[in-house]
């Protein structure tokens, strides 16, 4: 069996669960994914502030 193309969290490279972050009381929206101890993804700055990062299905290289 395949696994499904994994997603990755672009800051840190840690792969990324298809499950809402287990604590998100931000007062945004929830996001979709969360790192896999639950954590939401790493915050990047974004026009509207810090947001979770947008998974990427490339593993990050270097860093
Ligand atoms: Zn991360």
Known sequence: MEKATALYCPECGEEVANVPPRVWNTGSPR?????????PLCAVMTEEGYRPAT???RRPNGE
């Open 31 to 39: 996001p979709e994914h969360s790192h896999l101890d639950g954590e």
């Open 55 to 57: 998974p990427t299905s």
